[in-house]
Nanobody, 124 residues
Framework: QVQLVESGGGLVQAGGSLRLSCAAS????????MGWFRQAPGKEREFVAA????????SYADSVKGRFTISRDNAKATVYLQMNSLKPEDTAVYYC?????????????????WGQGTQVTVSS
């Protein structure tokens, strides 16, 4: 069982930055592939970024590539999402998720554990 708690969301102007954190419980954090997803009102949950167990491999949605950076600190059992050059279309609730397999990391259905989400609002 893994519990995930996101933090760091808020209101920011377009062009600004935010850093999201997701703290995991338990001593098996390094055995989980970690992902960030987001969901805007009236839209489906969509993949944002993912990072492999050691942090050696990262993947991004085209919409955030070059602006967002995912990282992890296994000693602190925490995954981060640094978001730069934010746009109004980045407004959403952001969720972190954990999956042991690492397969189909871009698909929400494979993830076993989810956080409660943190709101990110980007004003124009």
């Amino acid at each position: 069982q893994v519990q995930l708690v996101e933090s760091g969301g808020g209101l920011v102007q377009a062009g600004g930055s935010l850093r999201l954190s997701c703290a995991a419980s338990g001593r098996t954090f390094s055995s989980y592939y970690m992902g960030w997803f987001r969901q805007a009102p009236g839209k489906e949950r969509e993949f944002v970024a993912a990072i492999s167990w050691s942090g050696a491999s990262t993947s991004y949605a085209d919409s955030v590539k070059g602006r967002f950076t995912i990282s992890r600190d296994n000693a602190k059992a925490t995954v981060y999402l640094q978001m730069n050059s934010l746009k109004p279309e980045d407004t959403a609730v952001y969720y972190c998720a954990a999956d042991k397999s690492g397969s189909y990391y871009f698909s929400a259905v494979v993830y076993d554990y989810w956080g409660q989400g943190t709101q990110v609002t980007v004003s124009s």
